[in-house]
């Protein structure tokens, strides 16, 4: 056994699974080190992947060559489509997971990964060598007492340094419940020069299915036709799903909560930490909507196999006897048993604008940061650095170029150019509205955006590009034929009446139908048998069918935000040279000078999306670079 690895990641959560094994298949030895084994990718909080916005991440990570999506459709016990009343560049796919199978498929992919090796310990140290200019990661000590050295290293340590778990006024060490926090790891940091905070996020209580009463809850199904999240062939879509269920809280339920409002740690000051704002728990609920007398709440299964549920909206840190005491007011819930209450779970973290876009940290050469130490809040997001991270570990030891995605490549294009321009002050959490490109962001064209670059990195097989290639051809191949076929008078006005479409007074290409409200390919095909034929004989899927759709309706939304972004691309061609003194130039404000010596953007595009930096500061910069 070596102790010296190309990359080591440390902390075995969504981040470290998807940063390992990105850098093992390009090449890189690489040494996973976890705390445990068994709960490699655990889902600590909501046993789901995706959501809005999340979900296209999910998609990206696959287009790139990720695994998670492949993972999630392997174990998902239930899969939704969320957004679908509105339009395309919002929809977002959400699965429910079996908990337990989608961390034992995780450790099953990555014990049968060529060039990864797993190693069971904590790390209490980092190693850097500090005799050059800049210091430089050498490796990291372990509790153990062993010391592996590497060229390259990604922390992605997650809740765990210097975790502290709250449940009322009671406190206790742990990264989460049953596992015990990480030191040393932040002392190290700190004393080489890094920024530290601390963040705060919840979980809810887990419930016994055997002691719920199922008749009397409103049940949430799947999609009756589910897709799923990985645009590989390998995988299906879920079967046999299992239900969710809405339940409901009330004032008798609000006014128990309130009751421990003297004893929480939220109120009392205990807590320090920087809570979610979007995920809150349910005193914050009741302190900040404090006229509303329910707030609705989702039951969700954690897998196939256990009675466990958890109750999605209902995060506490309030002393247990008062959340088992409001849990058994809720309609449904009268002779309800716990398996364990919710906490409160404080942890560090370091401001990511000390970061470059490649996930190397600006302080020390080879030292890579993802996931919740980032300040970032979903299995999603982490997931999302972590696969960056390690393609990046990896392309920085072999001398090539960094991969930085645009923020109109991508969702994580715009997560990391978040994290690293304009900080965190909360955990950060995606959502569509932070895409400035939204319908060109859709969940349905991921493998279009990024999969050609997955296989060009070497995340892609090539059996999986020429996959790929062919659906590429077949969504190509159906919009030229509605483009070039024309609709004859009185051929489908009976099928446009029934959209509450006007009747054709002349002949249309089918195209142009397609723009109009209520009028789908599928509505159209079975009016026109020319077209069910050409369907047909191409073998177009209904995901193909569904991509060709919202191409062919929203050309005209697309086109004009390629437009704005191919404008704004200037910007981002625009260089500053590094260790530019912005101090010097007076004709910049005050606080522009100050952020962005702090930050040190390397383009004006960068600099023109840091808070405090105005558009009179970047035309100056305009007027000293852009020439």
């Not at 902390?11 to 470290?16: C, L, M, T």
């Not at 995920?279 to 709440?297: N, Q, W």
């Not at 409160?344 to 970061?355: G, K, N, R, S, V």
């Amino acid at each position: 056994m070596t102790l010296h690895y190309d990359i080591i990641v440390v902390g075995g959560g969504h981040a470290g699974c998807e940063a390992a094994s990105a850098a093992a298949r390009l090449g890189s030895r690489t040494l996973l080190l976890t705390m445990d084994m068994t709960k490699l990718a655990s889902m600590s909080c909501n046993p789901a992947v995706g959501g809005v916005a999340k979900g296209q991440i999910v998609r990206e990570i696959d287009a790139l060559g990720g695994r998670m999506g492949i993972i999630t459709d392997k174990t998902a016990i239930q899969f939704r489509m969320l957004n679908r009343s509105k339009g395309p560049a919002v929809w977002s796919p959400r699965a429910q997971c079996d908990k337990e199978a989608f961390s034992a498929a995780w450790r099953k992919e990555l014990e049968n990964t060529t060039n990864l090796y797993i190693w069971q310990d904590s790390a209490k140290e980092l190693v850097v060598d500090r005799s050059g200019e800049t210091p430089r990661i050498q490796g990291v000590k372990t509790t153990m007492g062993i010391e592996f050295s590497c060229d390259k290293l990604i922390l992605t340590a997650g809740t765990f340094l210097g975790g502290l778990m709250h449940i009322g006024e009671r406190s206790a060490e742990g990264g989460r419940a049953g596992d015990a926090a990480s030191h040393g790891i932040t002392e190290t940091l700190a004393d080489l020069g890094f920024e530290v905070g601390r963040m705060k996020t919840g979980t809810p209580a887990r419930l016994d299915a055997r002691t719920i009463n199922f008749e009397i809850l409103e049940p949430q199904y799947g999609d009756e036709n589910p897709s799923k999240f990985s645009f590989s062939p390998e995988t299906e879509a879920v079967k046999d799903q299992l239900p969710c269920f809405q339940v409901y809280t009330s004032k008798e339920v609000h006014d128990t909560l309130r009751s421990g409002f003297d004893r929480s740690p939220l109120f009392t000051g205990v807590i320090h930490g920087i809570g979610p704002r979007y995920c809150p728990s349910i005193e914050d609920k009741l302190r900040t909507f404090a006229d509303k007398e329910e707030h609705m709440l989702f039951l969700e299964p954690e897998g196939r196999n256990t009675n466990e549920y958890y109750l999605n909206g209902f995060s506490s840190s309030l002393p247990w006897e008062v959340q088992w005491e409001a849990l058994h007011k809720i309609e449904g819930f009268e002779d309800l048993h716990i398996y364990r209450p919710g906490y409160a779970i404080e942890y560090d973290y370091f401001p990511p604008t000390q970061l470059h876009h490649s996930l190397e940290t600006k302080l020390i050469e080879g030292l890579y940061f993802a996931g919740q130490v980032n300040g970032t809040t979903g299995y999603e997001e982490a997931a999302a650095q972590g696969l960056l991270a390690g393609i990046n570990a990896h392309r920085a030891r072999k001398g090539e170029e960094t991969i930085t995605l645009g923020r109109d490549e991508a969702y994580i294009g715009v997560l990391i150019d978040d994290l690293v321009t304009k900080g965190v002050d909360e955990p950060y959490r995606m959502f569509t509205s932070r895409a400035e490109y939204r319908i060109l962001l859709r969940q349905d064209n991921a493998d279009q955006r990024l999969t050609p670059l997955g296989y060009e990195i070497g995340l892609i097989s090539r059996k999986r590009f020429g996959f790929f290639t062919q659906k590429k051809r077949n969504v190509e191949s159906l919009i030229s034929f509605a483009t070039r076929t024309s609709i004859r008078i009185n051929e489908i006005n009976d099928y446009l009446k029934s959209v509450d479409s006007e009747p054709l007074t002349q002949g249309k290409k089918m195209a142009d139908l397609l723009m109009r409200n209520g009028v789908t390919i599928e509505g159209l095909r079975k009016e026109l048998p020319r077209l069910d034929k050409f369907i047909r004989s191409e073998e177009i899927s209904a995901e193909e069918i569904e991509e060709a759709e919202i191409s062919i309706k929203y050309r005209g939304y697309i086109e004009r935000e390629k437009q704005i972004a191919e404008k704004l691309h200037r910007l981002e061609e625009i260089s500053i040279p590094e260790g530019f003194d912005y101090m010097a130039m007076q004709s910049l404000t005050i606080e522009a000078r100050q952020k962005l010596t702090r930050i040190r953007p390397t383009t004006i595009g960068q600099a023109s999306r840091i808070p405090g930096v105005s558009p009179a500061d970047v035309n100056v910069l305009l007027i000293k670079f852009g020439r």
